[in-house]
């Protein structure tokens, strides 16, 4: 089974002032997002990560920078984890987009959303390089894994969605907060979706057991009932 912790971006100057940033370059953290990421690392630091992978966008690559501190491991970009390329409403502030038709598409069928101008993609294809990249490097980690991968709410929340089993046109019902991290671990079966937009608590549940006492492989079958949890 391999884990994957999706982690947020900490907030960003864009974040607290309304505007979609998108693929726009020089988008970093502001103090919050810093003390944000700080947070996160911290109650990461115990959990061995195979690899830590990032949307190359700068936010993204602070976040990402901060996690791998002090590991034995090199921050990885990706732009399959980028943001969802926006378009023509790249930089134009939430005030703005609200009027546009292509709003109400974007909140009630986003499945049929493609962002407008040369540079806009639709939200599907954004799932699906998404969902690409987290297959292709759980396939590249392998099956005993836990993995870090840091990206945009949109992008999560996509990722999410397709974990879940839910239609792209649900997607808008999970939330994903600044520097939250959502874990999802996948399966031969199926993937399991572990945590949404946990933004403090313990995570020792994500260590993994010592080898020894991984004796027989690990089930993907979802326990009726409801189980008793991790035991650590």
Known sequence: MTTVILLRHGRTTANIGGVLAGWTPGVHLDETGAAQVAAVVERLAKVPLAAVVSSP???????????????DVTVQADDRLGEARYGDWTGRTIKE?????????????????????????GLAQTQARA??????????LGPDAVWLACSHGDVIKAILADALGLHLDQFQRIVVDPASISVVTY??????????????GDVSALIPPPRRRRRTKASSDAVVGGGAGTTV
Do not use: I, M, Y
Request: glycine share 6%; proline share 8%; net charge positive.
């Open 57 to 71: 966008l700068e936010r993204c690559a602070q976040t990402a920078a901060a996690v791998a501190a002090g590991r």
């Open 97 to 121: 987009l609200v009027k546009e038709p292509l709003w109400k598409v974007v909140q009630q069928h986003p499945s049929a959303a493609v962002f407008p101008g040369p540079e806009g993609e």
């Open 131 to 140: 969902v690409a990249a987290v297959r292709s490097w759980n396939a590249q």
């Open 187 to 200: 399966t031969e079966t199926r993937p399991f979706v572990v945590r949404v937009n946990d933004t403090g």
